[in-house]
């Protein structure tokens, strides 16, 4: 019901992560999800392939711009949560997705503002507002933070974005081995071996706090229809892609 896009033109920006530790999120909260794996490098999908079966969890791939609409307004009413993973790089795919969204949540990195990726798609955001009066629910999250300080540079980061209105998660996605290990290992975040330890205990926390947050901006029972077909205005979408 609800279609949360994850977003970020540069690659490394730690997208597919948190969009992985929102879906197993999820599916341990015995939600069904489906997941449309935009990203032609594929690193879900091949996330999905060598996981074991998990009855509660579809993955879509090789998805385009044409095809992408149809794709998310028949999976929204077949699945309680639809997750968008976007290409890493310019693509006409982000205005397709983001007007079919709930929310869109945009990864950036905290340790420095070489955030020319997600501010592709914030501009594409507040252009959708300012021209069509397009207004698509969106947050950043910074990810890939050193857990062990907070530095200056994500603080700057942060009020940065609040002074541009633009909402910033309190809960940043942690440079964690755990997090590395869920794709070399194929198992969600609660499936490792190393899960019970220290280490593991606090991806965890991370990973559940993360979830939480996005959770208390999205109520999967009053998901708005996407904000493009309450205006039936496509060109806008079509002219910012």
Known sequence: MAVITFANTKGGAGKTTAALLLTTELLHRNYRVCVIDADPQRWFSKWYEGAALMPRLSVETYVSAPTIQK??????????????????????????????????????????????????????????????????????????????????????????????????????????????????????????????????????LNARAFADEVLSHVDIGKAAAPAYAARRDLQALETAA
């Open 71 to 204: 794709i998310v307004h028949e999976r929204r009413s077949q699945w309680d949560f639809v997750i968008v993973d976007l290409p890493g790089l310019q693509s006409p795919l982000l205005a397709s997705a983001v007007g079919l969204s709930d929310h869109v949540i945009v990864p950036i990195q905290g340790s420095s503002m070489d955030a020319q990726g997600g501010a592709q798609v914030l501009d594409l955001l507040r252009y959708l507002d300012r021209k069509a009066g397009i207004r698509i629910p969106h947050s950043v999250v910074l990810s890939r933070v050193n857990p062990a300080i907070t530095t200056r540079s994500m603080q700057a980061v942060k009020r940065l974005l609040s002074a541009q209105d633009i909402r910033v998660f309190d809960t940043p996605i942690a440079e964690r081995a755990a997090f590395r290990e869920m794709f070399d290992m194929h198992r969600p975040l609660r499936k490792l071996d190393n899960a019970p330890t220290a280490g593991g205990e606090k991806a965890i």
